[in-house]
């Protein structure tokens, strides 16, 4: 039976019956269910929430940022965080104030060092890898576990600042605290427990990070940081003038902001950005680099082109490919809004809503991604698209703040792997990602190939 006319045939009243269908349908093939949605009811609400589909309606949804707030996960965000965040917040108070000085942050010059890195550090994790698999007499290796989980989380060492922090603990606790924001819908009261207590050691441990640095001497507007001799695209490729290490950390520790801006830049704000960096950033590269793995691999002909594009100098065309591979699977494929006062969305077309204030609205971009009103042949593998039609990365007042170093690092960790030729999914595994009861992909099983040397 189609979704919806089995959904339409359980009573209004039978609210859970409802809720479970539509989780059950979802998570057994959600693309069927988004296309049909879009096709026939683009605006529908459930029990949990209106469900937008249609491109132009969640461009709307994700674009009126007074209207469709973040108010659904900004409290627990917060919690979690314990203290401010600008993805927690709408407005000027802390969103825009935080967010221009994220930008500076973490700006466009830094694609070409990111990406240096990134190579730097995904080459070594694949030698490792496949030498300790043949130490052990085998001949794969686990992708998510020994490449793109620490590739990730030692990029966030070195670009970031996380120094000496073991990438298993960025890991596990940023995983804790995503799944307890962004994922736990039914609020369950033990993940909630255990993101707010994986946020609080995050936050303990960037403050110790932020206490040696500073003994070490880095001062606002020091050798380095943005108000003193500081160029973004030579960060992490050495140190400060004061011997320190020149990264993300450094140049908030080194950056002062002029009197009446409205909020000072102290530790405890750094502390607050830098970990909430993490939050958005390591199980979205993480999975990004094994979901645009697994899509390539998938399609072989797609794969091969790939491989080829990858051995360029010229990255752009590749990394068309990974971006491409990511509308099929993103990291996020919906965020949920609080609708806070009265709204028509869709004014003037066949699916004009109304919605009240106090509305939670999921906004699906993995849906959007696919509306047939607006992306050409949705369902064709094209690398070539335009930008416009991928909101891998969001869209609108909460677009990522780190889109500049994410689009060197997700299609360069990809790019390590292809041009290693041994290194591929068993055949018939393509697809086979384990996600061992939890919202991420914990293992996914490679071949183990050449080091780089060899």
């Known amino acids: 039976m189609e979704f919806l006319a089995a959904y339409d045939a359980i009573p209004q009243a039978d609210a859970a019956g409802r809720v479970g269908l539509l989780r059950q ?71 825009w104030h935080d967010r221009a000085h994220a930008q500076l942050m973490l700006p466009p010059e830094d694609f070409a060092p990111v990406r240096r890195l990134t190579a730097r550090i995904g080459d070594d994790a694949l030698d490792r890898a496949i030498a300790v698999a043949r130490i052990e007499g085998r001949t794969t290796f686990d992708y998510v576990r020994q490449y793109a989980a620490p590739v990730a989380a030692r990029i966030a060492r070195e670009y970031l600042g996380f120094t ?32 707010v207590a994986a946020g609080k050691e995050l936050h303990d441990i960037v403050a110790g990070v932020i206490r040696r640095r500073r003994a070490a001497g880095v001062r606002p507007g020091g050798p380095g940081g943005p108000a003193g001799a500081h160029a973004a695209g030579d960060a992490y490729d050495g140190a400060a003038g004061d011997g320190t290490p020149d990264d993300v950390l450094g140049r908030m520790l080194r950056t002062s902001l002029p009197p009446g801006t409205g909020r000072e830049l102290d530790d405890e704000r750094v502390n607050h950005q830098l970990v909430g960096f993490l939050i958005g950033y390591q199980q979205n590269a993480a999975q990004c680099a094994t979901t645009a793995l697994k899509e390539l691999v998938s399609r072989p002909d797609e794969l091969a082109r790939a491989e080829r594009a990858a051995a360029e100098e010229d990255t752009e065309v590749f990394d068309g490919y990974v971006w491409e591979a990511l509308r099929f699977h993103p990291f996020v494929p919906s965020t949920p809004r609080l609708c806070v006062r009265d709204h028509v969305l869709a004014a003037g077309t066949p699916r004009e809503t109304r919605l009240p204030a ?36 969001g869209h609108g007042a909460h677009e990522c703040v780190g889109k500049y170093p994410a689009r060197a690092i997700v299609p360069e960790m990809v790019r390590r792997v292809l041009l290693r030729p041994g290194v591929r999914p068993l055949p018939g595994g393509e697809r086979a990602l384990d996600y061992a009861g939890t919202p991420y992909p914990q293992h996914y099983t490679v071949t183990a190939g050449a080091t780089a040397s060899s």
């Open 358 to 393: 106090g509305t939670v609205v999921h906004a699906h971009m993995a849906s959007a991604m696919f509306d047939e009103t607006v992306v050409a042949d949705p369902y064709d593998f094209r690398p070539g698209r335009t930008p416009v039609h991928n909101m891998v990365l």
């Open 164 to 195: 000496d922090v073991p990438e298993e603990t960025l890991h596990g606790l940023s995983q804790r605290v995503q799944r307890a924001v962004f994922v736990n819908q039914e609020r369950d009261p033990e993940v909630h427990a255990s993101g």
């Open 25 to 95: 349908r979802m998570k057994a093939d959600g693309p069927a269910v988004l296309r049909e949605l879009r096709e026939r009811r683009p605006v529908f609400a459930t029990p949990v929430g209106v469900f937008v589909t249609r491109m132009p309606d969640v461009v709307e949804v994700l674009s009126t940022p007074d209207v469709f707030t973040v108010g659904v996960y900004g409290p627990v965000l917060e919690e979690a965080l314990h203290g401010p965040f600008m993805l927690a917040r709408d407005g000027a108070d802390v969103h």
